[in-house]
């Protein structure tokens, strides 16, 4: 990909997805994949996995394939996960909680910093090893941390104040789990992680099955 | 759109996102929408909200646009989330605490009927007003309870096995956690939440914004 020029976000998706599969694969140890057994795995056409990859570079080798610890290697280096990403998180509810326990971040690199509430009966106390502190010193002690990936795990009412106060300290990622649109400036970037939403297509999936098996007569 | 057809995964994920703004414009009180205004707060271009409507009917009236309680109403029909929806929770570990606590389900109307665990010390415990049972009886659990959604939030290694009970029992669509890639019959709907991918995209946000700031010598 040329200096200076972005990948376009469902590559990215993608990538991290084949990312996913190849730590898989390595736990495995699968020494190479081919782009058709990339497809068996992910359901992303090996074509767009050989046009996602041509976007950075020269990898693998025709008739071998891709060898799996070095593909995994080199999108590391792409999305930028082979070095620890710092990320604080604002809510010390239950989910909150879940997410500073979650192993799957420290496997990745993600290492939580810090976390902070507004909720004056949790400032002070520990969740997990982690103090958590009052949201409104966010600016100042992330001028100490640097951390630039900001995690909102906050009801739906107190998201937009989250966000805003992530980005007053320097943020400009945001991982939102509220279910709610976040307003930010055009440099920050929001994912948000919306399970309800995925409900919402499993659900139309259910009725659709049951109306197969059993019309209805409605 | 015709009896029998099935609409596109992209087109539900959509809809999905429509509904999510539909109940926040509900919240606040706006009585009609524009696909201009709708495109302002997703990020989905206007044609393609009108194209996606269009698959279920006719919907919004020409300079007016759309009635926000009307519209929220027939979405919540064509995805099903008009009635009650039981879920099966694998895995009560804090993950599953904070999806059992988690209120955004109630207001959609999915109800978590079970939780099931296969660690001894868990199993006969409560989980919040839910007693957490032995995964081995989910077949037998589940042919009273006829749930058709599992969600799985249990460590990577057990991820399969306990999607397998869950379409054992007779669940179709599954809400996954866990960082791996569960092999379903085809009848089967997967939806991965995977929170680390979206971290890894983040990433290399953060990494490109950093770059352009601050050229690196690498």
């Given at each position: ?17 084949y ?6 694969l ?6 190479t ?21 041509s ?8 008739g ?38 979650y ?26 090893n982690?103090?958590?502190y ?25 998201a ?22 976040l ?32 019309p209805?007569?409605?």
């Amino acid at each position: 990909m040329p200096p200076g020029q972005r990948a376009p976000v469902p590559a990215l998706e993608r990538l991290a997805t084949y990312h996913r599969h190849l730590l898989d694969l390595e736990q495995e140890s699968v020494v190479t994949i081919s782009s058709a057994e990339m497809e068996t795995h992910t359901g992303i056409p090996a074509a767009q996995f050989r046009k996602d990859l041509s976007y950075f570079g020269d990898f693998g080798t025709p008739g071998v394939g891709y060898v799996v610890t070095e593909l995994r290697a080199a999108i590391d280096r792409i999305l930028h996960v082979h070095e620890e990403q710092c990320l604080l998180l604002v809510g010390a509810g239950n989910l909150g909680a879940a997410l500073v326990g979650y192993p799957g971040l420290m496997e990745q690199k993600f290492r939580l910093v810090a976390v902070f509430d507004n909720n004056y009966a949790k400032i002070g106390r520990q969740l997990w090893n982690l103090e958590i502190y009052d949201v409104a010193r966010l600016k100042e002690i992330n001028s100490v941390l640097q951390a630039r990936i900001g995690v909102i795990a906050v009801p739906r009412q107190a998201a937009q104040e989250a966000a805003n106060a992530l980005v007053d300290a320097g943020v400009n990622a945001l991982l939102n789990f509220a279910p709610a649109t976040l307003r930010v400036p055009s440099h920050v970037m929001v994912r948000n992680v919306s399970f309800v939403q995925e409900l919402a297509v499993l659900s139309y999936h259910v009725a659709s099955v049951a109306s197969v098996e059993q019309p209805s007569d409605r």
